[in-house]
């Protein structure tokens, strides 16, 4: 079965222009987590969307804002970009908060702010 | 707050040594504890996937543990070859729509 599929894998981008990044999650699944990975923080949690709603939150600025469609497809923007926001932005999908079978990872979108 | 430690930070061994990574957590109220391994600049790939109420699982040459009372878990890895070089990354599930990662533990086989 197709895996998490992340586009686009790379994006260049301007400080103060903003970004949307798009995950399809595994076919039944419909839990999405977002992650922001950095070599200096390593991989911290973004939010994570279950039918369409948002269910935790990571401690985030308000720039960071995400969304989940009736298909499970889930998108993150990213608003007023910072250098600081150049990472490796990684969506995981679950059937059930992976308590079952666990997270399953997509490749990845890295973002780079110029 | 769910706190994750991999210890050593980076290991580099010779080709065909068996080893072992750690990772110790903090809260052990905890549902799971996926071991991951990450390619330069890839996604996440999913190793192994344990339960707490079990103590091992076993992949190929790949085998992980789990004590949830003492907090800790283990990967061991039989025969490593160059083909395993990347970073392992311990996950905790702690039932919170989160994982919580440790900072990962990277490792080098040279031929």
């Known amino acids: 079965k197709a895996g998490v599929t992340q586009t686009p894998r790379y994006l260049i981008k301007t400080r103060g222009q903003q970004v949307t990044l798009s995950c399809s999650p595994i076919s039944g699944h419909r839990s999405v987590s977002w992650y922001q990975q950095t070599p200096g923080q390593g991989l911290q949690f973004l939010f994570e969307y279950f039918s369409e709603t948002q269910r935790n939150k990571g401690n985030f600025p308000g720039r960071f804002s995400g969304r989940q469609f009736s298909n499970s497809r889930s998108e993150m923007n990213v608003s007023t970009l910072e250098l600081g926001d150049s990472a490796l932005y990684l969506c995981?999908?679950?059937?059930?908060?992976?308590?079952?079978?666990?997270?399953?990872f997509g490749s990845g979108t890295r973002l780079t702010v110029v | 707050k769910q706190e994750v430690t991999q210890i050593p930070a980076a290991l580099s061994v010779p080709e065909g040594e068996n080893l072992v990574l750690n990772c110790s957590f903090t809260d052990s109220a905890i549902y799971n504890l996926q071991w991951f391994r990450q390619d330069p600049g890839k996604g996440l790939t999913s190793l192994l996937l344990?339960?707490?109420?079990?103590r091992e699982q076993t992949s190929g040459r790949l085998n992980a543990s789990l004590d949830k009372s003492s907090g800790r878990s283990t990967l061991y890895i039989a025969a490593s070859q160059p083909g395993d070089s990347a970073t392992y990354l311990c996950?905790?599930?702690?039932?919170?729509?989160?994982?919580?990662f440790g900072k990962g533990t990277m490792l080098l086989v040279s031929p």
């Open positions: 344990i339960q707490s109420s079990q």
């Open positions: 996950a905790v599930n702690s039932g919170y729509s989160t994982l919580t």
């Open positions: 995981a999908s679950s059937l059930e908060r992976g308590i079952e079978y666990g997270y399953t």
